[in-house]
């Protein structure tokens, strides 16, 4: 019966997509457990006429860990282990000079390499670019990685880039240099001093299908901490990026998409789905332009926040707040590797004030580095205010649901925290705001897009 109700659920997804796709329509939103359709004026797509589409499944980090000490994790535990890998991350992305840190996955994505393919979970970063897998093991000075490694003895495909080649070109200043035999090598570091070393090299991707000359790194060294995983999948806007690779060997359109499922989903395993090419194009989202920071040097997506709206309350917020500054900081970006969202102080102080405003539980003293904490105790029917990012041209919604969670003991914590003073930049949405949405990166019309929906219901 529940399989039957999920196929069904499925297929009016799709049904309702395709009657956007042809009456033009908004989206469909959830209220009260009802979904309304909007009409609005269709965007026109300059994006390639190719058919070209590759999907795979993301998962969350917490899925792969495995033994007793990962089952016996309590939901606190887990909470603050997401916190440490966002608060390492935002470190890095205060850096104007350094990539962001690797361990601060949430989602991995499943990806093959190789022919005949050898497969790979690694960590699914919007704020990076270079694609990697390990090619040898670990040595003491690394912790996180697996042990699964690539052979490129055993694929038909591989090859090692030259020197001159223009991928080895497109790393960023000093992370190249050239072999005696004139190949490429790399040593891609971190600000916290993490790194990968190894061959720049060619070889076939496959996602749901295959696409040929991907340039990736063939990872002989790999010194500091990661997230479990088998290396890292650049999402970002550079060059060497998977999207930007697959459109320059494929002319696989320039967009990807994803759609996180929320906590409990993905603690039950549930994947999330992630579409690269025309597919990825959402005639029913709503779209906000990519603005362009030519003075940070990295690869963020940043867009332009007017307002936030926390439950029934509209917040007065300063623009200053939320602009990219003449040097390259502030702004707001969306951001796939860091769980919590970020917001600049009196941002932050806004945001909590109105939840303890219209929040009715008692308040509670913060659990670790959780500053807006409940007592549920004895509440069969635990609900908080959602919110909503309100963008030049669109609207992020997020429940409630997904802005708070147990942390243990019957006690919820909102998800939020803050940067301090300006970063680089000064504010991120992070993964957890994102759930229950589906999101499009869409670099061909340079927009990103949202959909409020059930992202359970599409998951692969």
């Known amino acids: ?23 033009c329509c908004q989206g469909v939103r959830f209220d009260g457990g ?5 009409l609005r004026n269709r965007r026109l797509s300059t994006a390639p006429t190719s058919t070209n589409v590759f999907r795979s499944s ?77 090619c040898s093991s670990c040595d003491s000075d690394c912790k996180g990685l697996t042990d699964n490694l690539f052979n490129p003895e055993d694929s038909e495909t591989y090859s090692q880039a030259s020197c001159t080649d223009s991928s080895c070109q497109a790393l960023p200043n000093g992370q190249a240099s050239c072999s005696s035999t ?19 090299a060619y070889e076939t991707v496959t996602l749901d299908s295959s696409v040929p000359h991907i340039a990736f790194g063939c990872g002989q060294d790999q010194t500091g901490k990661f997230a479990n995983a088998d290396g890292l999948i650049g999402l970002g806007r550079g060059e060497l990026s998977l999207p930007s690779q697959l459109m320059a060997s494929s002319n696989v359109a320039k967009i990807f998409s994803y759609c996180l499922v929320d906590q409990e989903a993905a603690s039950q395993g549930t994947t999330s789905l992630i579409t690269f090419g025309d597919a990825a194009e959402n005639s029913a989202a ?3 332009p990519l603005l362009s920071n030519a003075n940070s040097g990295n690869p963020f997506y940043y867009v332009e926040v007017t307002g936030i709206k926390v439950g029934e309350m509209e917040l007065d917020i300063q623009a200053s707040e939320l602009q990219i500054n003449d040097d390259g900081t502030g702004g707001v970006i969306l951001d796939s590797g860091t769980t919590l969202t970020y917001w600049t102080n009196d941002v932050f102080t806004s945001v909590s004030n109105a939840f303890q405003e219209q929040i009715t539980y008692p308040q ?45 003991s019957e006690t919820y914590c909102l998800f939020m925290g803050t940067m301090g003073g300006s970063g680089i ?17 869409d670099e061909v019309n340079q927009q990103v897009g949202f959909q409020a929906t059930d992202c359970s219901q599409l998951s692969s």
């Open 1 to 23: 019966m529940g399989i039957m109700a999920r196929h069904y659920a499925l297929y009016t997804l799709v049904l309702l997509q395709l009657l956007c796709a042809t009456y």
């Open 34 to 38: 009802r979904k309304q359709l909007e």
């Open 58 to 134: 993301l998962i969350h980090i917490d899925s792969l860990q495995t033994g007793t000490n990962a089952s016996m994790k309590t939901p606190g535990q887990r909470a603050q282990e997401a916190v440490k890998r966002s608060l390492s991350r935002v470190k890095q992305l205060t850096s104007l000079q350094s990539p962001v840190n690797a361990i601060s996955g949430d989602f991995v994505m499943q990806i093959s390499f190789g022919t005949p393919p050898q497969e790979f979970h690694a960590i699914a970063d919007t704020g990076s670019d270079l694609c990697w897998v390990q």
């Open 182 to 200: 004139q190949t490429c090598t790399y040593t891609y570091g971190y600000a916290d001093t993490s790194n990968t070393q190894g061959d720049l």
């Open 286 to 288: 709503t779209y906000t």
């Open 364 to 408: 509670v003293e913060g659990s670790g580095d959780f500053t807006l904490c409940y007592d549920v105790s004895g509440e069969s029917d635990v609900t908080f205010p959602g919110m909503v990012v309100h963008m030049t041209g669109a609207d992020l919604e997020t429940q409630g649901s997904n802005l708070f969670e147990n942390v243990g």
């Open 425 to 441: 930049p000064g504010n991120i949405i992070g993964n957890r705001q994102q759930r229950d949405n589906i999101v499009v990166y």
